[in-house]
């Protein structure tokens, strides 16, 4: 019942992310403390196939995620090289047919690409616009990151991933 209603809802088409309502948030972890920081200026899209197959790419600027410590900020856009490597991009494959919509989905971070499994809830809402939130994590040592260091102490190398956004059907 629930994979019908999000079929329906879920129209062939390109649906865009509206930024102004969508986040994407990072979490890293220090021994002494839980690192969060958000990125607001997220761009994307997803193309619905009639089949029910969806082709998405979303990304954002590496410099546009803000924590709450802009000198923190800053480490981490030294050690992620935002010069030669500006963007972080998700690219994914699906199928709609149930809930959640499992994605195959690819991370392009510091120049790296590696294959990461994720699973999105899709909610309709009542404008017509459609809620998609997920969570996952990737390996910064995957991604060929030298993880920051505070005090001599480096930060863990799982990096925790949050998406929130909000997609609009293209017109």
């Known amino acids: 019942m629930i994979a019908a ?4 809802a879920i129209s062939a088409g390109t649906w865009t992310v509206d930024a102004s309502q969508s986040t994407l948030r990072y979490q890293v972890t220090h ?5 969060t920081a958000d990125s607001h200026e997220v761009e ?3 193309v619905v196939k009639p089949d029910g197959s969806v082709l998405t790419e979303i990304r954002a600027p590496i410099s546009s995620f803000k924590s709450s410590d802009g000198n923190r900020d800053e480490h981490m856009t030294e050690a992620l090289d935002v010069g030669r490597f500006p963007m972080v ?3 994914g494959l699906a199928h709609v047919g149930g ?3 499992q994605l195959q ?3 392009e971070l510091h120049g790296v690409k590696k294959a990461y499994p994720v699973s999105m809830e899709v909610t309709p809402q009542p404008d017509g616009t459609l809620r998609v939130k997920g969570a996952f994590d990737v390996s910064l040592k995957a991604h060929e990151i030298e993880p920051p260091s505070l005090l001599f102490i480096e930060i863990d190398d799982a990096c925790h991933i949050e998406v929130d956004l909000t997609m609009r059907a293209a017109k």
Not at 5 to 8: S, V
Not at 31 to 35: D, I, Y
């Open 31 to 35: 021994k002494l403390h839980l690192v």
């Open 44 to 46: 994307g899209k997803a």
């Open 5 to 8: 209603l999000l079929i329906a």
């Open 105 to 107: 989905g690819q991370v």
């Open 89 to 91: 991009v998700f690219k």
């Open 99 to 101: 809930a959640p919509v």
